[in-house]
């Protein structure tokens, strides 16, 4: 039986890459209307991208999902509660107020989590059903870290796009030591081969909430999750397992990803 059974979606963005035109791009007029609104996890490709995200932790074992969404988010809610409520798991709303950073957005989630450790995923991103399901055997906190070759080969992310992902160093035991959100090439050749990038999927304890209090925002003003991992292990003490994983990871961050993930996805049942 799995051991984690809760997920936490941040669905919270403001989708500033996906409101950007883009001419190359082919959409219907509901992908249309849904890039502009910003709601990435709301693009339809014969379903809302949410509902294969969902589908796949169902899959997984997961049980109950809590969305983080913002205050404007009332379409997200509706869809999901009245339109087309999930039948293999339990749907919970936390609002984040403000697009104050992913800590901040995790924080909000704290009362769904309680006590039980619980996974914290992207909307926007489409992870492997064989990976969530051995993040949910985890019984510690952990990450999942993706062979960033694998990515660039079988994702629909575009190579520069994954060569600027943050990368992982880990220690001999397989703990997490640092995420570099930046990695320069220096990094790059520090680290060796083969090279682990963190597609923000974690599972993750209380003790990330007293670290999301912690932190003091980035250069850009936000609340970074990366920064309040790197508390939770330089001073609560908390370890990370680090799981990794040679599956792709696809992507729904523009309007150019849009068909690409429609494609990979063709063949898969939502069924959240």
């Known amino acids: 039986m799995p051991q984690v059974k809760k997920a936490v979606i941040l669905a919270r963005g403001l989708g500033t890459r996906m409101r950007k035109t883009d001419d190359s791009a082919v959409l219907n007029p509901d992908q249309a209307a849904a890039a502009n609104a910003g709601i990435k996890a709301m693009i339809p490709i014969g379903r809302p991208f ?7 932790l169902a899959d997984a074992g997961f049980t109950r999902v809590c969305l983080v969404i913002g205050p404007e988010h009332g379409l997200v809610r509706d869809y999901y ?5 999930p039948k293999r798991v339990q749907m919970y709303f936390a609002v984040q107020e403000k697009p104050a950073g992913t800590a901040d957005a995790v924080f909000a989630a704290r009362e769904f989590a309680g006590s039980e450790l619980f996974l914290v995923l992207n909307s926007d991103n489409y992870y492997p059903v064989a990976a969530l399901r051995t993040m949910s055997d985890l019984d510690r906190a952990g990450v999942a870290l993706f062979d960033r070759d ?7 992310i575009p190579k520069d796009r994954v060569l600027k992902f943050a990368v992982a160093k880990t ?3 397989g703990y997490l030591e ?3 959100e930046k990695p320069d090439e220096e990094t790059i050749r520090m680290l060796g081969s ?3 990038v963190s597609m923000n999927c974690w599972v993750f304890s209380q003790a990330i909430f007293e670290a999301c209090l912690q932190i003091k925002p980035s250069a850009r003003g936000e609340l970074e999750l990366t920064d309040a991992v790197q508390y939770a292990i330089d001073v609560i003490k908390e ?3 680090a799981l990794v994983f040679r599956y792709p990871v696809l992507d729904m961050s523009s309007r150019s990803d849009i068909a690409a993930v429609a ?10």
């Open 50 to 56: 949410l509902d294969y995200v969902i589908g796949g």
């Open 81 to 85: 509660t009245m339109q087309a409520p």
């Open 150 to 156: 694998r990515m660039i080969e079988g994702s629909n």
């Open 171 to 173: 220690d001999n035991e």
């Open 178 to 180: 640092r995420i570099f």
């Open 194 to 196: 083969p090279v682990y």
């Open 239 to 241: 370890r990370h397992k």
């Open 263 to 272: 494609e990979r996805l063709r063949d898969v049942d939502p069924n959240p």
